[in-house]
Each structure stands twice: as C-alpha cells, then as structure tokens.
T-cell receptor, first 114, second 111 residues
Framework: GDSVTQMEGPVTLSEEAFLTINCTYT??????LFWYVQYPGEGLQLLLK?????DKGSNKGFEATYRKETTSFHLEKGSVQVSDSAVYFC?????????????FGGGTRVLVKP | DAGVTQSPTHLIKTRGQQVTLRCSPK?????VSWYQQALGQGPQFIFQ???????QRGNFPDRFSGHQFPNYSSELNVNALLLGDSALYLC??????????FGQGTRLTVV
C-alpha cells in the first residue's frame, strides 16, 4: 500500500538557519503530495502541495519539488523564524486534492531557537 | 466564517465504554473525513463520508463507525474502548475532491 517516510526529529535550528526535511514516498500510480504543519495545540494546516512530477509547491517561504525519479518531496526554507517551530507532516493522496484519503508520514518536530 | 469545529475538545473514558465525537464542517463543505493521531505519530485515515454514506475506509475495526447528517455534520462512534484508542481524533472537511481543512481535534484518553 501507499506509505510516506520522513526524517525523524526533533530538528533544532537557530533563527535564520536553512531548514530541510526529507520526505520519500511509495505509491502506485501518480499521487499528489502535500506538506502539512501542526502548531502546538492546533489541528493540521495545509502548507503546500504539488500534483504532478516536477511541480514546485511554495508558501510562506517554504518550498518542495515533486521528484518522481527519486520519489521524494523534500521541504525547504531558506531562513527560519522562531514562529516556524511546529511539527511538519508529509502526506500523499491518490487524487489531486487532499479531500480524499491522505496517507501521512510520522511527522518531524522542528524547534527554532532565537 | 467558522472553520471546522469539533466537540468535545477533551474527554476521558473508561475501557469498554462507548464514545461519540462530533464534527461540524466548514461552510460550503459536503465531505467529512476522520483521522486518528496517536501521540508522536502521523494521522491515520479512519473513514470518509459524502452524501451521508461512507465513501472510503481505512484499516480500522468495526468498533469504529460513523454517520453523516443531512446538514453535512458528522459523528464518529467508537465502541468497546481500548487503552490503545487514546489519541487525538481529527476531523477534516472539504468539497468533494477538493483540499481538506482540519479541525483542532478531540483528545480522547481511555483509562
């Protein structure tokens, strides 16, 4: 079945550092890929998505590129802020939108220190 | 415009009891999905409701059941609670096949 693997945390960074969170997936067909963020005490928020190979999703300074050849969707941000401290989840769906069943990775906790 | 609302926010139940969790979707949304998020893990898909019927189901036992009402709100029922059912239960709503919005979840503790 479908699965998502992402790097384990916690990832601890200083403010303005570069962030990368690795995500790889296994799926049949051509899934859509997503990054969600979960701030303390809150539900999940869609951060960005990509629906086909070579697409780049971006939002709030975060970027991720859908790499079919390496089955990856790594999340990057060039300069993190304390407010980026959260848990980040990589996910896939077998339809272009996340309204259908989502398969999530285990999450990566990011802590940004001032 | 209210987003996805879930109730209650927290509850504690005893093993063997039954529990009902509720979800009101975002205005204009007709599809509701439920997820279980154990501590320190990613959410796991339980099932999805559309037009008052279960449309997709994940790998959860029959103790987990649901319902969708004509106003698109939904309930998740869990019977014969086990300690392992302790988790954050997330509801997500969407228009069919469109991006989903998540609620803040219900934290269930089984003792």
């Amino acid at each position: 079945g479908d699965s998502v693997t992402q790097m384990e945390g916690p990832v601890t960074l200083s403010e303005e550092a570069f962030l990368t969170i690795n995500c790889t997936y296994t799926a049949t067909g051509y899934p859509s890929l997503f990054w969600y963020v979960q701030y303390p005490g809150e539900g999940l928020q869609l951060l960005l998505k990509a629906t086909k190979a070579d697409d780049k999703g971006s939002n709030k300074g975060f970027e991720a590129t859908y790499r079919k050849e390496t089955t990856s969707f790594h999340l990057e941000k060039g300069s993190v802020q304390v407010s980026d401290s959260a848990v980040y989840f990589c996910a896939l769906s077998d339809h272009k939108a996340a309204g259908n069943k989502l398969t999530f990775g285990g999450g990566t906790r990011v802590l940004v220190k001032p | 415009d209210a987003g996805v609302t879930q109730s209650p926010t927290h509850l504690i139940k005893t093993r063997g009891q039954q529990v009902t969790l509720r979800c009101s979707p975002k205005s204009g949304h007709d599809t509701v999905s439920w997820y279980q998020q154990a501590l320190g893990q990613g959410p796991q898909f339980i099932f999805q409701y559309y037009e008052e019927e279960e449309r997709q189901r994940g790998n959860f036992p029959d103790r987990f059941s649901g319902h969708q009402f004509p106003n698109y709100s939904s309930e998740l029922n869990v019977n014969a609670l086990l300690l392992g059912d302790s988790a954050l239960y997330l509801c997500a709503s969407s228009r069919i096949s469109r991006d989903a919005f998540f609620g803040q979840g219900t934290r269930l503790t089984v003792v």
